[in-house]
DNA sequence: CGGGACTCCTGCCAGC
DNA sequence: TGCTGGCAGGAGTCCC
């Protein structure tokens, strides 16, 4: 799936097609993705005016006048299409593979088809269907059932050193597993806690635990917030990561995994200057994990 | 409760 | 060229 930085890059794609429109109409190609459609999908969202887009961890939200907000998670090979008035497609995420042209809404994959007033249609697309959506009731979002629970944004406030040793402490979980894990921060996801765990000097198979002092100030907290903050920021700011299926909000690809420096390298040399080891691959809860043997530790 | 394995689904890619 | 097995960015659920 597109992690934050390209759920946030998708996000911002749809937002200048979406926001001030109304939703004349939508049709759902299947009864589920992941999960059943909420039964009352279309006759909430029908004729509504959207007044935002706002992003969640990994959640895109699309808000309605009526306060309801439907709830959009992209799992691992969703995808967003604008089709604007004059016919020609804009790609919010593209996949590598090439659909045949001119299946607005159509294709064996296009599950669900809004059309709104200035004639303009957003399509969801989503081979594999590990995505969903759900919708929120106004003011609802404290009690959501994908939203409770989540843990801080990487960029937001609230993840600060303290944070992140209180929620580490006493974790017997590797570092890889914690960081995750979506209650404690959520957004972050495979590719981006290999970089941040590169950048922070820290093996994922370390124990959660082990880098909180019991006392004292624990000096292995902060660089690894920094590390956290950094990556996904540069990552937005690259339009998030090409993979094998993702591209960039324009159809164009996001380029920022030209700079993972572990993630998919498994063999390559490291790029820290003056180091000769190789990345190494491991699978952890099965996921692959890619590091640096001698500068993660 | 915390932690780990399993599962949903489709498609690509390496290897034979 | 064609088939097979392994793998993929997520996260809910079940089991210990």
Aim: net charge positive; glycine share 10%.
């Amino acid at each position: 799936m597109p992690e934050l930085p390209e759920v946030e890059t998708v996000r911002r794609g749809l937002e200048p097609a979406l926001v001030g429109r109304r939703i004349k109409s939508v049709r759902l190609n299947r009864p589920d993705l992941r999960f059943p459609f909420p039964a009352q999908l279309a006759e909430t969202v029908t004729g509504k005016r959207v007044t935002a887009l706002r992003r969640r961890a990994k959640y895109i939200l699309i808000e309605l006048e009526s306060g309801h907000a439907l709830l959009v998670h992209l799992g691992m090979t969703g995808r967003f299409t604008v089709w604007p008035p004059d016919g020609a497609a804009r790609n919010l995420g593209e996949f590598y593979y090439v659909e045949q042209a001119g299946h607005a809404g159509d294709g064996a994959h296009d599950h669900v088809v809004i059309d709104l007033d200035d004639g303009a249609r957003v399509v969801y697309t989503d081979p594999r269907r590990f995505g969903f959506m759900d919708l929120v009731e106004p003011d609802g979002a404290d009690h959501n059932r994908f939203l409770v629970g989540l843990g801080v944004e990487p960029l937001g406030n609230e993840l600060h050193a303290d944070f992140l040793g209180t929620a580490l402490a006493g974790r017997r979980s590797p570092l890889k597993a914690a960081l995750l894990d979506q209650r404690i921060i959520a957004g972050l996801g495979n590719i981006y806690v290999c970089e941040a765990l590169y950048r922070a000097g820290l093996s994922p198979k370390r124990l959660s635990g082990s880098i909180v002092r019991k006392r004292g100030p624990s000096p292995r907290i902060e660089p690894l917030v920094h590390a956290i903050r950094s990556v996904i920021a540069e990552a937005i700011e690259a339009g998030g990561s090409t993979l094998r299926d993702y591209a960039h909000t324009d159809g164009s690809a996001g380029d920022f995994q030209q700079r993972f420096d572990v993630y998919d390298r498994e063999g390559e040399a490291c790029r820290t200057p003056g180091c000769t080891s190789r990345i190494r691959r491991i699978v952890q809860s099965g996921r692959s994990s890619f590091y640096c043997p001698t500068c993660q530790r």
